[in-house]
């Protein structure tokens, strides 16, 4: 566990267990659902979840980072998080699985 800040440890072990049946559960929900989903981020995160300003671009990273990420806001771990910890609460895990996974297949720097 080395360059893990403390206490992550058990987190990352949880989430580790958590990955298998959530992808599982993740395929259940319709393209048409996730892209529902994923429409409601991109107002701030940008189009294509890339972002022109200084919000946080979130297209092209890994699934897994993506994932631990929004998790992490729904459970109110991440200081100095605003609206996302908000936001993350009306999600579930499949839906949360599914979003990393729209947002990790999107080019990082933008279709072009
Ligand atoms: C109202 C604007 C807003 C909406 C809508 C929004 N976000 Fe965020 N997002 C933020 C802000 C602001 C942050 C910085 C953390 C904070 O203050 O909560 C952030 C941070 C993030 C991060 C971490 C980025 C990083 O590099 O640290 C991810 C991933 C993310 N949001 C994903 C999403 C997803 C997925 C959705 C849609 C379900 C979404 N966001 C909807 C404003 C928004």
Do not use: W
Not at 62 to 74: D, G, H, K, V, W
Not at 96 to 112: C, E, F, K
Request: glycine share 10%; hydrophobic share 50%.
């Amino acid at each position: 566990m080395v360059g893990l800040k403390p206490g992550l440890g058990p987190v990352v072990f949880v989430l580790c267990l958590l990955a298998a049946p959530l992808a599982a559960h993740a395929e259940a929900l319709s393209a048409a659902d996730v892209s529902l989903m994923a429409a409601s981020c991109m107002n701030c995160h940008g189009p294509q979840g890339v972002s022109p300003g200084a919000m946080a671009s979130i297209a092209g990273r890994t699934e897994p980072e993506i994932a631990q990420m929004l998790i992490a806001y729904r459970a109110g771990t991440i200081p100095g998080a605003t609206v996302m910890t908000r936001i993350m609460k009306g999600f579930d895990d499949a839906e949360i699985t599914a979003l990393a996974r729209y947002y990790a297949a999107l080019p990082a720097g933008g279709a072009r």
